[in-house]
Each structure stands twice: as structure tokens, then as C-alpha cells.
């Protein structure tokens, strides 16, 4: 019995030690989001703001998208672009990136 608990142990330890591995360090990154101005999009950034990544919003409706970036900033994101994109448009999407990449992410908001 003391040899199945230990065998348990050992694997669980195992499978935490990979799982830290794995991890992404987002700080500093650039990390964009489609969807960020609800759902699942939103969620996801609002539990984790201050990770460190520059943040770079997408959503179509520009109104909402503004006020997710508000809220990140005060919930201790270092810094979010918002861009309203409607990501079925390609021409909107390659905006999107080139916004993301012309380096306007250091610290400024929309």
C-alpha cells in the first residue's frame, strides 16, 4: 500500500514537474487576442494581466474593445493596444498584426 502511494506521488510530481516546463514566459511578449472584448477572450486575460506580455485587443465592436482595455490596464496589464478587427476580413487582420508588430505595443493604449 506505502508502495502504491509513493507511486502515486512520484507520477504526480512528475506530471507537475513537465507541466512547469511547458510553460510560456509571456513577459515582455506581444500576445494578441481576438475576441477580447467578451467571452472567452476577456476571461482568459482578465485572470492573468500582469503576466507581462504587451497585450493587443481585437474585437469588432470597438466601444466594448475600449472598455476591456481600460480594464486590463487597472487590473495591472503593462500595456494594451486595442484595434477593432473583424477577423473574417484579411485586410483587417493584417492591420491588426502590423499594429501589433510596429512596436506602438511599448506602454501605449489605442
Same mark, same amino acid.
Given at each position: 500500500?506505502?508502495?502504491?502511494?509513493?507511486?502515486?506521488?512520484?507520477?504526480?510530481?512528475? !506530471?507537475?514537474?513537465? !507541466?512547469?516546463?511547458?510553460?510560456? &514566459?509571456?513577459? &515582455?511578449?506581444?500576445?494578441?487576442?481576438?475576441?477580447?472584448?467578451?467571452?472567452?477572450?476577456?476571461? $482568459?486575460?482578465?485572470?492573468?494581466?500582469?503576466?507581462?506580455?504587451?497585450? $493587443?485587443?481585437?474585437?469588432? @465592436?470597438?466601444? !466594448?474593445?475600449? @472598455?476591456?482595455? $481600460?480594464?486590463?490596464?487597472?487590473?495591472?496589464?503593462?500595456?494594451?493596444?486595442?484595434?477593432?478587427? @473583424?477577423?473574417? @476580413?484579411?485586410?483587417? *487582420?493584417?492591420?491588426? *498584426?502590423?499594429?501589433?508588430? &510596429?512596436?506602438?505595443?511599448?506602454?501605449?493604449?489605442?
Amino acid at each position: 500500500m506505502l508502495g502504491a502511494l509513493a507511486g502515486r506521488g512520484l507520477l504526480w510530481g512528475s !506530471r507537475a514537474l513537465l !507541466r512547469y516546463r511547458r510553460r510560456i &514566459d509571456l513577459a &515582455d511578449r506581444v500576445v494578441i487576442v481576438t475576441g477580447a472584448s467578451s467571452g472567452h477572450g476577456f476571461l $482568459v486575460l482578465s485572470t492573468r494581466p500582469g503576466v507581462g506580455a504587451h497585450l $493587443v485587443l481585437a474585437a469588432r @465592436d470597438g466601444e !466594448r474593445l475600449h @472598455d476591456a482595455e $481600460v480594464e486590463l490596464l487597472r487590473l495591472g496589464a503593462p500595456s494594451v493596444l486595442a484595434v477593432p478587427t @473583424d477577423v473574417t @476580413d484579411p485586410a483587417q *487582420v493584417a492591420r491588426l *498584426v502590423q499594429r501589433a508588430t &510596429d512596436g506602438s505595443t511599448d506602454g501605449s493604449t489605442s
